[in-house]
Structure formats: structure tokens, C-alpha cells
């Protein structure tokens, strides 16, 4: 596995695991933990060093699970995790980035991820309760003590970016992007390049649409959040199904697969671009990876070009989710 360079000198594998699907949000979660171990030490087997969780993810039962799955590789990888969330009685009731809940939450993720640091630590969304200066610097506060390596950001806009920045610098901006999702081109990219800020892009196959096994007839199991996202509707589904068909074209001209081609072209867009799929089986990390060696530069071009006249149906969230992101 390749490696490259987030902000602040973070260096990780080209490709991450985003580790969220392992403990909820797609579905019935599932029922052996063994495997959920197995898969995420066979990640690092095939070379993955980054991985990403939260807090809010389960809540805590997917940093717990990294935890013991990773503990045995600690030196080996970079572990992400977030805060932001004001957690209840299991479940998140709205946002919470006060200093004294950063410190709450750094003191929990520790030891839930069985480590004496968190490499990357990201503010979950923007709370607009308290200002960004007061995140980053809670944040340099736990850098100075050794609890944290780096400072990272997710759905923050330019902005926001540019006001922590001055005050503790962001190794990385964690957002939503991929070939239906680019509406952080026009702003928010030009700002991570002037700082010097990397891009760790989540959903990088449009949570799973890009891959070409979601289709108009796919009925969603109880628990998968895409029965709740505008983009997933039937009726948009039908519409976005073009944007398939022009991956999969693609692919069959490489002999490669969708996702291969969805995340072939996010890594061409950037050396600072890390993306985090997330997937609970090894036999598509492997098929992942076989990306990093998929070279589309001939054909960026066209395929953004077709990409762009395509468009997409639907927003990427409802609107609970929109609220809590600046884009």
C-alpha cells in the first residue's frame, strides 16, 4: 500500500477504513464480533494504517471494538476518532464542543481505544454555541499534554477552517466527496490547499450507491440510514442510475470495478486525499485497494465533464443532517 501526506506531516495509507458500518447505520449490525477483529486486523495485514471512528458510533461500541482489534498493532496504525456530540442514555441528542466535553470525551475515546493518544482528533460538526477558537484551543490544550497528535475538522466550511487554523493548525478536513457529492470544490478545496490542510473524504462511494449493487428495486433493511436520505429515494435512485452507468462503463474499459474507478478518481484529484470507505469484509479492502493502482489521467477530464452534464437527484442528507453541517 501506497502512503501519503495529510496536513501537519500526518502520514497514512493511501486508502483508510472507515469503521462506523461495523457497528451501525447500514442494517443489522453485525452478530460476531470475532469477525469484525478479524476484518480490521486483516486491513492492516493488507496494508491500511488509517482508521476512522467516533465516539458517537454505536455510541462507543465502535471505538471499543478498534480498540481491541487494534491494541495489538497500536505502532502500526493512525487512529481517528471524534468528538462533538452531547450523548444521553445511548444516543446523541444534539452537539456539544464546550471545553470541558472535549476534555470528557478525550479522557473516554483514550480509553475505549485502549491507547495513550489519539492521532487524529476531529470535531464531529460545528457547534455554533461555541466559537471555533475555543475548540482549537481545548485542542492544542490536550496536543501540549501528549492525549492528542493532531486536530482535524468534519463538514466545516472555509471559513470556520481558515478561524481555527490561526489558532492550533488542522492536520485534515474529514467531508463528504466523491463523483455525486463535489460541493466543496468551488470553496472549501482552494482553502485546504492554501493552509496546507489534507482532505479525508467519507462516503467516497456514495455509501455504496457508486459501487453498483444499490439499485431502483433495492429495499432497505430496518436500521439503514439510507432509507432516510433524500438521494435514496426511488424515484431519485431511477434518476441517479445514469451516474452508474457511466462508472461502470468506465471500469469495464479498465477491467476494474465501480468502486475501483469511484475511488481511482478521488485519488487523482489530490496527493493531500486520503478516502475512508467503509465496508465489513476483507474481500472488498482488497477490492479497494486495487484501486491505488488504477490510473485514470487520461480520462478525468471526460469523466468529470460527463459526471457534471449527469448531475444527481436529492440531497445527501435530510434535513437533521443538513443542519449540522456548514457546507
Known amino acids: ?44 495485514e493488507r496494508g491500511v494504517t488509517f482508521f476512522d471512528t467516533a465516539e458517537v458510533y454505536g455510541p462507543y461500541g465502535n ?28 444516543r446523541s441528542v444534539g452537539l456539544d464542543s464546550r471545553p470541558e466535553q472535549i476534555r ?19 470535531q464531529h460538526r460545528v457547534d455554533p454555541n461555541v466559537p471555533i477558537e475555543d475548540v482549537a484551543g481545548t485542542v492544542a490544550e490536550l496536543v501540549a499534554a501528549g492525549k492528542v497528535a493532531h486536530f482535524g475538522l468534519s463538514e466545516a466550511g472555509a471559513a470556520t477552517i481558515r478561524r481555527a487554523h490561526t489558532v492550533h493548525p488542522v492536520s485534515a478536513l474529514q467531508s463528504e466527496y ?18 496546507g490542510i489534507g482532505l ?13 449493487t444499490v439499485s431502483p428495486a433495492t429495499e432497505f433493511t430496518v436500521g439503514d440510514v439510507r432509507a432516510t436520505i433524500p438521494r435514496f429515494t426511488e424515484e431519485n435512485r ?33 496527493h493531500s486525499l486520503v478516502p475512508i470507505p467503509g465496508t465489513r469484509r476483507l474481500s ?10 488504477l490510473d485514470l489521467s487520461s480520462e478525468l477530464a471526460d469523466l468529470d465533464a460527463a459526471a457534471a452534464r449527469i448531475g444527481v437527484a436529492g440531497a445527501r442528507y435530510n434535513d437533521a443532517g443538513m443542519k449540522m453541517t456548514e457546507r
Not at 472488498?284 to 493502482?293: F, Q
Open 284 to 293: 472488498r479492502i482488497e477490492e479497494n485497494i486495487g484501486a491505488t493502482t
Open 178 to 195: 466523491s463523483l455525486w457529492t463535489r460541493d466543496i470544490d468551488a470553496e472549501i478545496l482552494p482553502t485546504l490547499d492554501d493552509l
Open 1 to 44: 500500500m501506497l502512503t501519503r501526506t495529510l496536513g501537519q506531516g500526518l502520514q497514512v495509507s493511501a486508502l483508510g477504513l472507515g469503521c462506523m458500518g461495523m457497528s451501525q447505520s447500514y442494517g443489522p449490525n453485525p452478530g460476531d464480533r470475532e469477525d469484525m477483529i478479524s476484518v480490521l486486523r486483516g486491513a492492516v
Open 200 to 212: 479525508v473524504p467519507f462516503s467516497p462511494l456514495g455509501k455504496g450507491f457508486l459501487t453498483g
Open 63 to 90: 471505538e471499543e471494538l478498534v480498540g481491541e482489534a487494534l491494541e495489538p498493532l497500536r505502532d502500526h496504525v493512525v487512529i481517528a476518532t471524534k468528538f462533538g456530540f452531547d450523548i444521553r442514555e445511548g
Open 104 to 122: 470528557r470525551v478525550a479522557d473516554g475515546s483514550l480509553k475505549r481505544l485502549r491507547t495513550d493518544r489519539i492521532d487524529l482528533f476531529y
Open 238 to 270: 431511477v434518476t441517479n442510475q445514469a451516474l452508474v452507468d457511466l462508472v461502470r462503463r468506465v471500469a469495464r474499459e479498465h477491467e476494474a470495478t465501480p468502486a475501483q474507478v469511484a475511488l481511482a478518481w478521488l485519488l487523482a484529484r489530490r
